[in-house]
């Protein structure tokens, strides 16, 4: 979790009984290659407790029906389910109103969403969308397409070498042409928490709107996008224990009503002729056909089993596990850390100096580690640090210090391989 001095000490927090939560995990039992799994790769997906596989399976088995259009029974009750899981995340992330939760694939398909339908309409020739050289592709390539199509700039923060964003870089590169800035809450690739309720009020103060890329962050914090006072804020299921193919993009009520569909088709309309489509009211003007109902499901089963849990101490906990994990791999020689910002969130990110990370991933896999290899969709980072990619190591609510322990010896058994 995050470090630093105003959070909840590891001490002082109640303990998190990590044990029982693992029960709620089936697949930590597996072993691979005869070793017991130890699964570090949660900023790619986490695991999926019960909670959210039964809640899938019974829609299945249940509920079964399209939403919104029937007069049935089934199809009532899978809209009312449906429908009821737009208030758990709207009260999960602190949103005003249910009109401002637009149910998508995921955070790759909320900013998208964003780039095609606010800005085709709201960014011109010569105008400026301001990023980070933190960012994963998904907040990258739709700014670079819609620059591509209206003749606008894409400026970008320069990232320092602890991997963190310096607010004066940010204030000092808006300019009256700004008309977006695109950050993320998280670093997928380092873990750097970014500032951003500052950048918002740096932003809000030259009247330029914010989007916020929350994926790395709504499984790790507590997120209030009012307090934040974000425009936009999107984030996925699969990284905070939920289904594959769902997310959210949150959006305040006033920017949403004055954008165009982004798709269309059923449900995103009141009426229909071939003169003339009336759009359907909020969120629904975005939800074009008939959407992953049951990913839905197990979205708001993912939100209240997080709920479930005491915030402080799975803070502390995955605290622990970060500093625990930072000090121990830098007492191996030859492991290098690539991002030491000072507030970080989740993830240690290394290399070693004569081993490539693929190779490091697969002798980690022999041992039963699970760790990611590669650029992890964020090459202008490892281009920064002058590395092809890293080796990730990134924890959740299920990691223990014992596995921990597991990875600092799959280490140490990359370099007995490799002499």
Not at 281 to 309: C, M, R, S, W
Not at 363 to 375: K, L, S
């Amino acid at each position: 979790m995050t470090i630093h001095t105003d959070h909840v000490s590891v001490q002082s927090a109640k303990a998190l009984d990590v044990a029982r939560i693992r029960r709620d995990f089936p697949i930590l039992t597996r072993k691979i290659h005869g070793m017991p799994l130890v699964y570090l790769d949660n900023a790619a997906t986490t695991q999926k407790p019960l909670a959210v596989v039964e809640a899938e399976k019974s829609f299945y088995l249940t509920l079964n029906s399209n939403i919104h259009r029937g007069v049935h029974t089934l199809s009532e009750e899978a809209t009312a389910a449906f429908e009821g899981v737009r208030e758990t995340v709207r009260n999960f992330i602190g949103a005003a109103t249910t009109r401002e939760i637009i149910f998508v694939k995921g955070t790759t398909e909320g900013i998208n969403l964003v780039a095609h339908s606010y800005g085709l309409k709201n960014i011109r020739n010569g105008d400026e969308v301001l990023i980070s050289g933190l960012e994963h592709h998904s907040n990258i390539v739709p700014w670079q397409l819609l620059c591509e199509r209206t003749g606008a700039v894409l400026k970008v923060v320069p990232l320092q070498d602890d991997g963190s964003i310096k607010l004066e870089d940010v204030t000092a590169l808006m300019t009256g042409r700004t008309k977006l800035l695109a950050v993320a809450h998280i670093s997928n690739a380092l873990g750097t928490v970014n500032a951003v309720k500052s950048m918002i009020r740096i932003a809000h103060e030259r009247g330029i709107p914010a989007l916020i890329d929350g994926a790395q962050a709504v499984a790790h914090q507590k997120v209030n996008v009012q307090e934040l006072d974000a425009d936009f804020y999107a984030f996925s299921g699969h990284k905070m224990y939920g289904p594959t193919g769902i997310g959210v993009l949150y959006g305040k009520e006033t920017l949403l009503e004055g954008m165009p569909p982004y798709q269309g088709g059923g449900d995103m309309i009141k009426s229909v002729t071939f003169e003339k489509t009336v759009y359907n009211d909020l969120p629904h003007k975005f939800e074009a056909g008939t959407p992953n109902i049951a990913g839905v499901i197990g979205l708001g089963a993912a939100i209240n089993y997080l709920q479930g849990i005491d915030a402080s101490a799975l803070e502390a906990h995955e605290t622990e596990l970060l500093e625990v994990a930072t000090a121990s791999l830098q007492q191996i020689d030859g492991v290098r850390i690539i991002g030491t910002a000072k507030e970080k969130a989740g993830v240690v990110s290394f290399i070693t100096k004569t081993i490539h990370p693929h190779d490091v991933g697969t002798i980690m896999d022999r041992e039963g580690i699970a760790v990611r290899t590669g650029h992890h969709c964020a090459q202008p980072v490892m281009d920064h640090f002058r590395i092809p990619a890293t080796v990730r190591a990134s924890f959740g609510m299920y990691n223990t210090k014992e596995e921990i322990g597991r990875l600092v010896d799959g280490v140490q058994k990359v370099f007995e391989v490799f002499g």
